[in-house]
């Protein structure tokens, strides 16, 4: 029995999530090939960086952010691409689309696939692969969240983890602190937010402390929408805030303006750039080129709101799977030893890992791989 995980793309910086892993039962058995995840460019004049992979007996997408499924424009439609239902409504229409549960097991072509929600968007899931001793993905994750659960995955002795903000540690609390001293800004605050991520996060954190002058472009994910999907995808604690603000209508007058697109290239958000006498623009996520030109010009404000994973959270999940290997993803890693001291031995640069066993049965035997 072989696996072996190839990362196309996605290892040493943030970019397009692309990543093959092959699986052999036996000598003479068929080699499957699943691609988790098929990223597209974050920045406008970039090549997503890699080509499909020939003979894919699936792909597999974690969630609807552009880094993570903006290549599929270009997939062979005859390649079955697994998504939630949730999820599915931003591919596009001419892809083979399968279902996948927001938390659940999934057979494809015999290999059971494992999701759970990843804390970081709407219908986002990591994916665990039962194959070998295991293979878990995270896609993009997060441990903090308010609005989208985090369900602990089953065990697995490869880990390809979301490490975007690499070694920083502070927490979503400390990022909320910083963000409330803009609010007294005689300016509007523009934030261009991912629709279907931290937008409404944002918008309940807000209305949390009662401040209640704010408003959410009609392209974000509406209160309604969160309360009509699967229970295990939205936190229980936040659906009395849900249910407190629906129904509100866009108004580009309020305090906070919370709209897509998350770099302000196009929609709402690329609108209201262009009156900065109105509209203080912070943004709390990744910074496209035009973005960090205008943070360095003091022209607009940076403040992280956590959607990816701390230094203790990458840890926590580590210690949790009890891999024998980890691959932290989008992010350059400048010092391994670093790495290692912070989250184990395990913690490897290689974007080429491949496992040999003996048989699936044995393994069984002496390793659980079941959620």
């Given amino acids: 029995m072989k696996v072996c995980v190839d990362i196309l793309s996605g290892a040493g910086r ?29 920045e406008a004049d970039e090549a997503k960086g890699w080509t499909q992979p020939d003979d894919l007996d699936a792909i597999f997408i974690s969630h609807d952010h552009q880094d993570h499924m903006g290549g599929l424009d270009d997939v062979d439609s005859k390649v079955p691409v697994y998504a ?97 001293n803009f609010l007294g800004d005689e300016r509007a605050l523009l934030m261009p937010v991912p629709q279907s ?30 309360l009509a999907a699967p229970i295990e995808g939205i936190c229980t604690e936040v659906r009395p805030i849900l249910e407190r603000i629906k129904s509100q209508p866009f108004n580009p007058t309020a305090k906070v303006v919370l709209c897509g697109d998350p770099d302000g290239m196009s929609g709402e958000a690329a609108a209201l750039l262009q009156h900065p006498e109105r509209y203080l623009p912070v943004y709390t996520g990744h910074l496209p080129e035009h973005a960090r030109q205008a943070v360095s010009e003091d022209k607009a404000h940076f403040v992280r709101w956590n959607v990816h994973p701390r230094k203790r959270d990458l840890k926590r999940l580590v210690d949790h799977l009890e891999c024998d290997v980890c691959s932290p993803l989008f992010h350059h890693m400048k010092d391994l030893n ?33 959620p």
Wanted: glycine share 8%; net charge negative.
């Fill in 338 to 370: 670093e790495w290692k001291t912070a989250l184990g031995p395990s913690v490897t640069s290689q974007e080429n890992i491949t496992q040999t066993y003996l048989s699936q049965a044995k393994i069984e035997q002496h390793y659980d791989v079941n």
């Fill in 84 to 180: 939630t239902l949730l999820v599915q409504k931003q591919l596009p229409s001419h892809l083979n689309l399968q279902t996948l549960p927001v938390c659940g097991t999934t057979l494809v072509e015999g290999i059971d696939v494992t999701t759970g929600s990843a804390g970081h968007s709407f219908g986002g899931v990591w994916l665990h692969l039962n194959i070998g001793k295991g293979v878990f993905y995270s896609g993009d994750f997060s441990l903090e969240s308010t609005l989208y659960p985090f369900t602990m995955p089953p065990k697995a002795s490869i880990a390809l983890l979301d490490a975007s903000y690499g070694l920083y540690d502070n927490s979503l609390e400390q990022c909320k602190s910083a963000l409330v």
């Fill in 197 to 226: 991520g931290r937008a409404l996060e944002i918008a309940c954190w807000l209305t949390s402390f009662d401040f209640d002058d704010w408003t959410l472009g009609e392209d974000c994910l509406s209160p309604e929408s969160a």
């Fill in 14 to 42: 943030k970019t397009a999530a692309a990543v093959l892993v092959t699986y052999q039962a036996s000598p003479h058995a068929r080699t499957l090939r699943f691609l988790l995840d098929a990223g597209g460019a974050l």
